[in-house]
């Protein structure tokens, strides 16, 4: 879509500045049932537009990005936009600078649309957890568009924006990619500068796109990718046009199928997916099958690094340097005047903490900040936290012995499809085990991409399937080219 678009603009069938008003057509039209967009940025998507229209105007050569309109996820901050992570606890932070990622997005022509609801502080899986408003999935509005970047893939999905920006860090990414049938990447550990990007937990996070096609989803990558000082984690990388790798070949590459993560496939997501393993082969990939055993403790490992991160990352919010303070929302006020306090307002500093974060943070975050303060406290720290990162360098080390057999690891992005609203809200278990096919991905560092491979005919709604193609690391081009010959034959 992205060079369809850029061909036009180039040929001037169409200028930038109308192609954002399509987009922003389609987003009054359709975003009050979907609920893809939290805020809207149209004057900074037509000042823009008018830039590129004028340097096509003189004639000048332009990129790719440019003039393209995307959507961003509210965790990441753009300079003068509201940026509240899905949180009432930053319900009036204006981002006062742009993340690095945006920085080069706007480099690069690149016309942002809004942003794009998502889970409280990117916990969750199916946008629920969003202090603000439901994204309904396009593909069936009866169910959720994944998470915790839901805004993200529903707005790609409803052609409310051509791209846009999740953030993954247990699978918010290509889960949500998986669930409304687009594709979506999450890059190496590294590779894309999280500066700027409201953290949730450092040792896993990484901000990755979402788009229509792979070919959009490298061209994308492109942009946002790269070394940045800004970063202490970034990794020092050569820049890449990712989509100059996409041959269209994979002939000669070794697939391997994780055992354990087929062994329990049921139903229609095992047909689709053992049929997309056979179309690999007819492509001329070999396929084998390769051990991860350490995936079995990915999900509680999980659950204890991102507890203990979060916990640390979101001890910031105190109602002093960010966002709201329990003292200036009358909406506060209510709240504990309800709770039936002799006082409504703080009576001091550490009141002031406590009411601000009862108040502005909601349930799952809450949740996990209780969770992440105990494994990391004294006297448990050693039985948790120390343990979780011991079997965490195991996991790592299995995805080190399969890729030496191995080029690609293939598995379901989920073991199901997307769920009706509320299905799994009273049981944070059930919510968890949506990332089952994800996590261990995050833990490894490994680049991953979700690319749709088929349907499920549920309530006769067509549901889209997605397959996860994982790569060694810092071989984003491996998952892409593999993911777009699919995608194309
Ligand atoms: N759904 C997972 C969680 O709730 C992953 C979140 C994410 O990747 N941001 O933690």
Redesign the pocket.
Known sequence: MIREFHNKLVNREITATQLAQQYFDVIEKKDTEIGAYLTITKQLAFEQAKFVDEKIARGEEIGLMEGIPGAIKDMICVEGVRATAGSKILDNYIAPFDATVIRKLKENGAVILGKANQ?EF????STETSAYQITKNPVDTSRVPG??SGGSAAAVAADEAVWSLG??????IR?PASFCGVVGLKPTYGRVSRYGGIA?ASSLDQIGPFAKTVEDAAIVLSAISGEDPMDATSAKSSDKKYEDFLTGDIKGKTIGIPKEYVENLEGEIKEIFEKSVEKFKALGAKVETVSLPHSQYALSVYYII?TSEVSSNLAKFDGIKFGMRADDLSESKNELESNKKTNTLPKNLLETYLDTRKIGFGDEVKRRIMLGTYTLSAGYYDAYYLKAQKVRALIRRDFEQAYKKVDLIYCPTCPEVAFKFGEKTADPLK??L??IFTISV?LAGVPAISFPIGFCEVEGKKLPVGGQLIGKWFDEEGILNAAHTFEIN
């Not at 990117?122 to 899986?125: E, K, L």
């Not at 953030?167 to 918010?172: L, R, V």
């Open positions: 889970d990117a916990m969750g899986s998470g915790s953030t993954d860090t247990g699978g918010s889960q949730m991102m919510m968890y949506s990332d995050n």
